[in-house]
């Protein structure tokens, strides 16, 4: 797809991050957005970023609740979308929305492990098939289905479980992959693309932790102090002389760190995407940082897992998770 002008596009978790950045680059390119978030208030800041340039005539974006990984909210969305959008169809489909958390078999429970995995792969499968039939319908599509270098490699690092997010970003870039060859042979122009990013300055640490905990505040809950002290010390991190308050500060910071001292922007990152789409390119790295890790990986599978490849790959892309 060469140009997103008059076209209508779906993006699942347009509040924030990257979801919010593709919004205001495809409105910028005179695209339709109908996006879904668990936050109004969220989406309500997207649209508004996406109306402070002069709108073309007619441009909508409409904004919906709906939780990816319940098919039926998502379901909903689509009957919204087709009657707030006045259209049968869709072009683009961004199955963007996921969050992190329940690493652990051990120190998370099986809510939260589920959740991530729900959200994360459940979310990506029920916008394939809720929204296939509309894709289908248009001249041309493209879905764009968000792994991450979690995708091909199962780890943050050797001091933190990764379980959850693993399982469900190498299930996208698995199904993504054997999409490719079931469109083509059932549903050629519809394209698809596997998205991984590297590290990209989001709020994906606060919003998921929120997400998780069930709770709008910035502040830990006393058991998520507990278990972040664990995880310090999992990392070979003396927490002993640590205040409550110390641990809640240290996971305010890193929240912060994470979202404005990343490699690559969340609008650079959408930039890259939306080239890789109209580029045709089924495989979008994001960032040097996911390319060089892409590299290692290929280069030393046996060796991925050990703390020595992961100090090398840090020292040299500059991670500071
Ligand atoms: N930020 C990174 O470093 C990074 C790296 C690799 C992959 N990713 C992936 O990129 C995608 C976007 O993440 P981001 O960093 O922009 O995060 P973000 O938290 O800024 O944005 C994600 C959005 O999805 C929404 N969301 C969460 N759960 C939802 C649900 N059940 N239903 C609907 N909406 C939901 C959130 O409210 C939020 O607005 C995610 O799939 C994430 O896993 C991010």
Redesign the pocket.
């Known amino acids: 797809m060469k140009d997103f002008a008059g076209k209508i596009a779906v993006i699942?978790?347009?509040?924030?991050?990257?979801?919010r950045e593709l919004a205001r680059q495809l409105v910028a390119e005179g695209c339709n957005v109908a996006m879904?978030?668990?936050?109004a208030e969220?989406m309500a800041e997207t649209k508004r970023l996406c109306e402070v340039e002069r709108l073309p005539q007619g441009l909508r974006i409409t904004t919906h609740i709906?939780?990816?990984?319940i098919e039926d909210q998502l379901k909903r969305f689509r009957d919204e979308l087709i009657e707030a959008q006045a259209t049968d169809r869709i072009h683009l489909l961004f199955n963007?929305?996921?969050?992190?958390g329940g690493g652990s078999l051990f120190t998370n429970t099986r809510d939260q492990w589920e959740r991530t995995f729900n959200?994360?792969w459940g979310?990506v499968y029920y916008g394939v098939r809720t929204f296939l039939p509309l894709l289908l319908k248009a001249d041309e599509g493209h879905i764009i289905n968000?792994?991450?270098?979690?995708g091909f490699w199962a780890s943050v690092g050797p001091g933190i479980s990764h379980t959850s997010?693993s399982a469900a970003?190498f299930a996208v870039k698995g199904f993504t992959e054997a999409l490719m060859t079931d469109l083509r042979l059932n549903a050629p122009h519809i394209k698809c693309s596997v998205v991984m990013?590297?590290?990209?300055g989001?709020?994906?640490v606060s919003?998921?932790r929120k997400?998780q905990s069930g709770s709008e505040s910035d502040r830990l809950s006393d058991v998520e102090v507990g278990v972040t002290r664990e995880r310090l010390k999992g990392m070979n991190i003396d927490t002993a002389a640590m205040s409550d308050e110390d641990i809640q500060n240290i996971a305010l910071d890193r929240a912060r760190s994470f979202r404005d001292e990343?490699p690559t922007t969340?609008a650079a990152a959408a930039k890259i995407i939306l080239d890789g789409v109209k580029a045709d390119r089924w495989r979008i790295l994001v960032g040097d940082d996911a390319h060089k890790l892409d590299e290692r990986v290929r280069q030393s599978p046996e060796k991925a897992y050990t703390s020595e490849f992961y100090q090398s790959y840090r020292d040299e892309v500059g991670w500071r998770l």
């Not at 879904?36 to 936050?39: G, Q, Y």
């Not at 963007?96 to 992190?100: D, H, L, M, S, W």
């Open positions: 699942t978790g347009g509040g924030t991050g990257m979801g879904c978030d668990v936050s969220a709906a939780d990816v990984s963007n929305a996921g969050i992190g959200i994360c979310g968000t792994s991450s270098v979690n997010y970003k990013p590297g590290h990209i989001t709020s994906i919003n998921s997400i990343a969340a």
